[in-house]
């Protein structure tokens, strides 16, 4: 089953709004990381979050983590259309035997 | 050019015929790993690697054979394709940092079309 779970699925919003994603996990992690995926690439990692560690910035990103909750957001501000995208978050798992766990994807479309 | 490549990008072929998808990066990671990512099912490991030498089994190995001779290659073999096989596959390497993994570098993936 998977550790990382993406909700929404897909969400579509206009260009200069805020998106959010959230990501539930079920066990104790080291960190957990998201990813974007443009259409027929690979992977790119946008941002990295360890578990001592509440939020994180990065240019229009932001990330948040609460272990209590085994949850995590990603916030992207004043989207564009480049944001267009599936965003996964992946999760290093404390005696995960060495591997990310991959959620489902959220698919963001960001509209003209 | 530095980065992880892989090859071919696109392969047809048929089942029970043996095919083996290449992965090669240049940053010397110690870590590399082999996806499938099906609609549905987001990104599921198949093998992993610690090193040359060492590999261990993800969450869908089966039909899947993986060596690591070298740091730098980690090829991925279907020994008898079936179309369930059929899927978009993705290389990736890592470092670590203590007990925990740093960013994963994906290559650009192979889609593999099992008729």
């Known amino acids: 089953s998977q550790q990382g779970e993406e909700d929404p699925q897909a969400l579509s919003i206009q260009e200069g709004e805020n998106a959010t994603m959230n990501c539930s996990y079920k066990?104790?992690?080291?960190?957990l990381q998201w990813y974007r995926q443009n259409s027929g690439r690979g992977l790119v990692h946008l941002i990295l979050i360890r578990s001592n560690e509440r939020e994180k910035h990065s240019g229009r990103l932001r990330v948040t983590l609460d272990t209590s909750k085994k949850s995590s957001s990603l916030l992207i501000t004043a989207s564009r259309a480049a944001d267009t995208a599936s965003y996964f978050c992946?999760?290093?798992?404390?005696?995960?035997?060495?591997?990310?766990?991959f959620g489902t994807g959220t698919q963001l479309k960001v509209e003209l | 050019d530095a980065g992880i490549t892989q090859s071919p990008r696109y392969k047809i072929t048929e089942t029970g015929r043996q095919v083996t998808l290449m992965c090669h990066q240049t940053?010397?990671?110690?870590?590399m790993f082999w996806y499938r990512q099906d609609l549905g099912h987001g990104l599921r490991l198949i093998y992993y690697s610690a090193a040359a030498d060492i590999t261990d089994k993800g969450e869908v190995p089966d039909g899947y054979v993986v060596s690591r001779s070298k740091t730098e290659n980690f090829p991925l073999t279907l020994e008898s394709a079936t179309r369930s096989q059929t899927s978009v596959y993705f290389c990736?390497?890592?470092?670590?940092?203590?007990?925990?993994?740093?960013?994963?570098?994906f290559g650009p993936g192979t889609r593999l079309t099992v008729l």
């Open positions: 066990t104790s992690i080291n960190n």
């Open positions: 940053w010397s990671h110690s870590y």
């Open positions: 990736a390497s890592s470092t670590r940092s203590g007990s925990s993994y740093n960013e994963q570098f």
């Open positions: 992946a999760t290093d798992a404390m005696g995960g035997g060495n591997k990310l766990t």
